[in-house]
């Protein structure tokens, strides 16, 4: 390393001789203590008397944040400078870094879920823009769907197909361009004046020429299925579309009577051994959904499971699992249940039975079953489980996914008299429940089917599923669809999910059990607002046709024209005047020449998920960046879609919690929440936020959550980052200051610094590593720890308090001046730029105080790796050189606590306290503080500064039982009116020491 001896002997030349360095015998290991004294506080016309002769700091850098004026201002410099364009063209020809922005959807004010999700974007890009990367960042909206529809048609209902796409489309659009605003003043960086728009005519174009390629690969259909439908909505939702919300129902026992003719001679034998003699003998069916009983088309039990017949009052016999019998005699109704006998499952799956609701209600006398009326099998079923029940489900493939399937499987019908409003539709049996909804029909059967059905006492806390968009309860009914097989898709996207990063690693889990419990999805929603599925359907024989020539000429149409082309096509003829359907064209099936237009639009995912093949259809995108929901929804649909396609999706899939409020709420924009005052911060609207906070403070409170989790933003949590906010600003201001009369010509080289401005830049070094490191990884919360742990321990309360001598005291052009404010300079740089991402208009600000350009258009600028450095690349010397930093850092943080304790100061103002530090001849210490005496030129001044004590002694001690001890001590003398360190009487002139008198008088 270099010496610079003349210099930082220089530093010490003109000091007390307040260090001395001895060695100590054994007999001399005690150290002589002195009492501490009371120091007198000084008077006040004592405290400013030598301010004239410091380096007071000085800043234009306000005290103040005053937020609101100077974000504007910033932003409009950045639109003025064209800030954007400037940064996308950025490190061209360096490697791409591509992150494909999930759209939100185009209705209401932005909330803080919308604010933390863009602005992590924001700073993701930021942070690879600023490591060398070529970065584009294209902004999207979801434009289509229900929301928007529901909302305009419940203003008017009146309105046409073309008028109500219209009225969409302008509604959509003024919350674009709302939306768009608030991004904006966020400070996210983006395309914002080419944002992709789902219901952009270009886009809607291209969603049909893909989809055409799906028809190609013979991956549409359409068919009846059971599917979840919301009756509010009146539409079908897909499965991923389907929120899961704890509630607490009603659950009943249900008897289905065994038909007698499927009676084995065995359970006979049981029957008419019975006393009381048998007046019926049932299944006993366990269910929550008692509204769906009607629709019963089979009954499941477990295979190779123990069942018995048992027996309740006068002549009521029925079959349960033996396993059920000791919970069943805990309720009221079989509280003199009796067992009389056990049969296996294999005994069972020979009987029928009877849908106790198929008869006349209330009916106690066994009935005659009419030919035309099912008889209900029993089917075994690995399905059926023992943890709850009686082992004996209710199947109806007509009102569950689940029920569908094994129905399908099972051959079974799929009987679904639901109609669009959720309620029984005319095809009903028993007729008494035509026109009713599902509530009002589980009470109706419960009143006219008293005797076969009883309610349990407590109710039942279980799943429903619901609308993820009006939150309203859903029903399953089997309807008409159009379905995207994905049978051999899956296959495909699961082996491609298997090379994707996923952040959190267990969410990758979550997202591979998404794509295997889908088999289908469906495409078709019963609205106008979205992209239409052009097919024909034949009005005779009902079968409907999608033509890959057709799709795409309708395609061509819509991107002059819009998707209001397909609503104002009223029949077939007009497709055939626009040239698109030939004259000729007919039913493959019947040969009929009627068709009816289909007017059923495609599913908004599905129209999203193409969004990476239509936008960044070359580009290899490397980040998708959603809330956890995604995994059923945008996630699942672009990996789907990509395969199909044959189209890399991503490499990786990111994913964070959702926002809560002060009381726990998840925040949406359906959210109602009142703001009582300016303290609040948990607002529906950003704006509103940002009236009270700043742009800052949001990006603040984005950058230290970790995402991975469900994300706060409560008062207290709001609260914290503004205070921390203020501190980074305040420490910024610090350093500033301390650079009025300082410019880059200025700067000391790096083996000429002092050590202690080598020791700091070390330290400042090795936090850069670890905060790329965070960034690198997308950890910002613990990069934001990081950093303000650094700017308060390492920086406020050592490099700042330990060089605050020469900072404020030494002479103005002194080297020891110029070689602290060449550390400040590095110091400062390199934190303005490390922070640029998180804080970007504070950086800003500061910035315009160093540099003329914008900040954002720099790369990081990465500390010099000092002890490497002046060591030239000796890695086992630099070793040893942060050895002694470590020592060192363990001495200081002893001192103050040691001197907190007895109240003679804290770390960073010790000037009070005067320390002997012993170590043990031939430790480890030993060998690093000789190589620290051997170095510096002038050991005294650097351990006092290091310190930041009055006075210090080392002794080396032959014998010890740990390697070193410091004892801290009140120093002697009186205090230096100017540099507040304390010196003998005989060093005082005019109330200030030798060292200051020397400064301010030669």
């Not at 009025?740 to 330290?763: C, E, G, K, V």
């Not at 602290?820 to 950086?843: D, G, K």
Request: hydrophobic content about 35%; glycine content about 4%; overall charge neutral.
């Amino acid at each position: 390393m270099s010496n610079p001896t003349s210099r930082e002997a220089s530093v010490g030349s003109t000091v007390a001789d307040s260090l001395e360095i001895t060695p100590v015998s054994k007999t001399q290991k005690n150290v002589k203590k002195t009492k501490t004294k009371k120091i007198p506080k000084k008077k006040p016309d004592e405290l400013h008397r030598w301010d004239f002769s410091c380096n007071l700091p000085e800043t234009p850098f306000s005290k103040e944040a005053n937020s609101i004026a100077t974000e504007a201002r910033i932003l409009g410099m950045w639109q003025s400078q064209n800030l954007y364009q400037k940064m996308a063209e950025m490190n061209t020809g360096g490697p791409n870094f591509v992150l494909h922005d999930g759209p939100p959807f185009a209705n209401g004010n932005i909330h803080q879920g919308h604010a933390f999700n863009k602005i992590t974007k924001d700073m993701m890009c930021k942070v690879k823009r600023m490591q060398g990367y070529h970065v584009s960042f294209i902004p999207g909206w979801d434009c289509h769907g229900l929301p928007i529809e529901l909302k305009l048609k419940a203003s008017d209902d009146q309105m046409g197909r073309t008028q109500l796409i219209s009225s969409c489309r302008d509604y959509a659009s003024s919350w674009i361009q709302q939306q768009k605003e608030q991004f904006m003043k966020l400070g996210v960086k983006a395309d914002w004046s080419n944002p992709y728009l789902t219901m952009d005519p270009n886009y809607e174009s291209d969603v049909l020429n893909l989809f055409s390629r799906f028809v190609e690969k013979d991956l549409i259909s359409r068919k009846a299925k059971t599917t979840p439908w919301c009756p509010s909505c009146e539409t079908v939702l897909a499965i991923a579309e389907i929120q899961y919300q704890t509630v607490q129902v009603d659950s009943h026992f249900v008897l289905f009577p065994i038909l007698p003719s499927s009676i084995s001679p065995s359970l006979q034998s049981i029957i008419s051994a019975s006393d009381p003699p048998c007046i019926e003998i049932s299944f006993l069916v366990w269910t929550t959904a008692l509204w769906s009983v009607p629709m019963n088309r089979a009954l499941l039990i477990r295979p190779k499971t123990q069942y018995c017949v048992v027996q309740v009052g006068s002549g009521r016999m029925f079959i349960t699992s033996f396993k059920s019998v000791q919970d069943l005699v805990q309720l009221e109704p079989f509280f003199n249940l009796k067992i009389l006998a056990t049969l296996d499952s294999k005994d069972l799956v020979d009987l029928c039975a009877i849908n106790p609701v198929s008869f006349e209600p209330d009916s106690t006398k066994f009935p005659t079953v009419p030919k035309d009326l099912p008889t209900v099998p029993i089917l075994e079923d690995d399905a059926v489980t023992l943890s709850e029940g009686t082992a004996i489900l209710h199947l109806a493939p007509g009102c569950g996914h689940k029920d569908y399937l094994i129905g399908i499987q099972r051959n079974l019908q799929v009987y679904s008299p639901i109609d669009h409003r959720g309620k029984y539709d005319n095809d009903i049996m028993p007729q008494g429940l035509t026109g009713m909804s599902m509530e009002e029909g589980q009470n109706w059967i419960v009143q006219n089917y008293a005797s076969r059905i009883f309610k349990r006492d407590l109710p039942w806390e279980h799943l429903e599923p619901h609308c993820w968009r009006c939150q309203e309860k859903l029903v399953f009914r089997s309807t008409l669809q159009w379905f995207f097989n994905l049978k051999n898709v899956n296959e495909i996207s699961q082996k491609r999910a298997e090379k994707i990063n996923f952040l959190p690693k267990q969410s990758k889990s979550v997202f591979l059990n998404v794509l295997k419990s889908r088999d289908d999805w469906c495409l078709s929603r019963q609205r106008i607002w979205g992209v239409p599925i052009p097919a024909l359907t034949c009005q005779r024989c009902q079968v409907s046709t999608l033509q890959v020539e057709i799709i795409r000429g309708v395609a061509e149409k819509i991107r002059r024209e819009g998707i209001e082309f397909w609503a104002r096509m009223e029949d077939v003829s007009d497709l055939q005047r626009e040239g698109i359907v030939t004259s000729d064209f007919t039913c493959q099936k019947c040969q009929c020449q009627d068709f009816k237009l289909e007017r059923d639009i495609l599913d908004v995912w599905f129209v999203s998920g193409l969004s990476k093949c239509i936008v960044l259809p070359d580009s290899e995108v490397d980040v998708y960046l959603e809330g956890k929901d995604q995994h059923r929804g945008w996630f699942s649909s672009s990996l789907l879609c990509s395969s199909v396609l044959e189209k890399n999706c991503t490499k990786s899939f990111l994913t964070h919690g959702f926002c809560y409020d002060n009381n726990g709420e998840k925040i949406s924009k359906s959210s109602t929440l009142n703001v009582k005052s300016k303290m609040s911060t948990t607002l529906l609207n950003v704006n509103q936020a940002m009236e009270y906070r700043s742009a800052d403070v949001l990006r603040l409170w984005a950058a230290s959550i970790p995402f991975q989790g469900d994300i706060s933003h409560s008062d207290f949590v709001m609260r914290t980052v503004r205070h921390d906010y203020m501190k980074i600003r305040k420490t910024f201001r610090t350093l500033l200051g301390h650079l009025y009369d300082f410019s880059p010509a200025d700067l000391i080289p790096i083996s000429q610094l002092l050590h202690l401005d080598q020791f700091t830049l070390q330290t400042l070094h090795n936090f850069y590593v670890k905060v790329v490191k965070c960034y690198n990884s997308w950890d910002f919360s613990t990069a934001t720890k990081l950093i303000i742990s650094y700017l308060k321990e390492d920086l406020r309360c050592f490099f700042l308090d330990a060089g605050k001598f020469r900072l404020y005291h030494s002479k103005p052009r002194s080297f020891e001046r110029r070689s602290a404010q060449s550390c400040v300079w590095i110091i400062l740089e390199t934190m303005v730029h490390l922070l640029a991402p998180i804080l970007s208009f504070l950086v800003e600000e500061v910035w315009e105080c160093l540099g003329t350009d914008s900040i954002h258009l720099h790369q990081f600028v990465a500390p010099p790796n000092v002890f490497l450095e002046t060591c030239q690349s000796d890695v086992k010397k630099a070793s040893e050189k942060h050895k002694l930093v470590s020592t060192l850092e363990k001495m200081r943080n002893f001192v103050g606590r040691e001197a907190a304790k007895k109240d003679i100061g804290h770390l960073g103002n010790l000037f009070r306290a005067k320390i002997v530090i012993s170590i043990q001849k031939g430790s480890d210490c030993h060998g690093v503080m000789q190589q620290l005496v051997d170095e510096v030129a002038h050991i005294e001044e650097f351990l006092l500064e290091y310190f930041t004590v009055s006075g210090c002694q080392i002794a080396w001690v032959d014998e010890m039982t740990e390697a070193w001890k410091i004892e801290v001590e009140s120093a002697d003398g009186i205090e230096c009116q100017r540099c507040w360190r304390f010196a003998s009487q005989d060093e005082m002139k005019e109330g200030i020491c030798s060292r200051c008198h020397s400064i301010v008088f030669e």
